[in-house]
């Protein structure tokens, strides 16, 4: 697990640039790589962040820290990015939780992932999924493909942020 250094100092809370606690961000992916650019680019841009490197730590870092957004990778260690999506939207305190899926298995597996997790769990079946709510158990709020630039990134964080 790793958080944003400058949370707090002997107990006291850091107030953001403008006056009001920043957002924070929990990062969920397995490469190093990608936590340390996402991070960066999180923190560059006024938000704090912690951050786990497969879903089991992400879970319960979600649990603990209630983060205001989660930036999650699909294929990780232990428990996928999909499993832990659908275990947040169980979860009564963390289904309101917003969650950007941020993946390059699209390439991967190539599937368009994004028409698939965005698209897909409405087509067709509007009325039922209405009734029964079951789409939203893996439906997430947003997605990013990896590879992405930091504009990008920060642009769809604040669009999910402000809905």
């Not at 009001?20 to 962040?49: C, H, Q, W």
């Not at 260690?77 to 832990?84: I, L, Y």
């Amino acid at each position: 697990m790793s958080t944003n250094k400058d949370l707090s100092i002997e107990g006291q809370v850091i107030i953001g640039k403008e006056g009001r606690m920043p957002k924070r961000i929990l990062i969920v992916d397995d490469d190093p790589d990608a936590i340390t650019f996402t991070s960066s680019v999180v923190e560059d841009n006024g938000y704090d962040y912690v951050s786990a490197d497969n879903g089991i730590k992400g879970l319960a870092l979600a649990k603990e820290e209630k983060p205001d957004l989660v930036l999650l990778d699909l294929i990780m260690p232990e428990k996928s990015g999909m499993m832990m999506l659908q275990e947040m939207k169980k979860d009564s305190e963390l289904r309101k939780i917003p969650v950007i899926i941020v993946s390059g298995a699209s390439e991967v597996l190539g599937v368009d992932l994004k028409d698939f997790m965005i698209k897909q769990p409405l087509k067709g079946r509007k009325k039922a999924v209405e009734a029964n709510g079951e789409a939203q158990l893996t439906k997430p709020n947003a997605f990013l493909e990896k590879p992405f630039g930091a504009d990008e990134l920060i642009k769809i964080i604040r669009k999910v942020l402000e809905d």
